[in-house]
């Protein structure tokens, strides 16, 4: 069993940043994948950065060159470093990892907004 929790949403300026933490517990971090996802109101959740155990990294065309996404085995944190914020990035943003077959584990969501 595996638990989730982010932290680090707020609100931001258009062309601001911040940084989204995702904090894993309960398995073995080192070796699993992870992804963070976002939903907008009345939209469908869709993945916005994943890494792989091995660091590999893939991003949604939307967020490339502005989204990083990283990882801190030590501290059994993923993170997500935003830049260049824009209004379309408002969303709750969740840390994700999957579970075979079974489907993925999620966290409870951490609210990004941006505006002025």
């Known amino acids: 069993q595996v638990q989730l929790v982010e932290s680090g949403g707020g609100l931001v300026q258009p062309g601001g940043s911040l940084r989204l933490s995702c904090a894993a517990s309960?398995?073995?971090?080192?070796?699993?994948?992870m992804g963070w996802y976002r939903q907008a109101p009345g939209k469908q959740r869709e993945l916005v950065a994943a890494i792989t155990s091995g660091g590999t990294t893939n991003y949604a065309d939307s967020v490339k060159g502005r989204f990083t996404i990283s990882r801190d085995n030590a501290k059994n944190t993923v993170y997500l470093q935003m830049n260049s914020l824009k209004p379309e990035d408002t969303a709750v943003y969740y840390c994700s990892t999957p579970n075979g077959p079974w489907g993925n584990y999620w966290g409870q969501g951490t609210q990004v907004t941006v505006s002025s």
């Open positions: 309960g398995s073995i971090f080192s070796i699993r994948a």
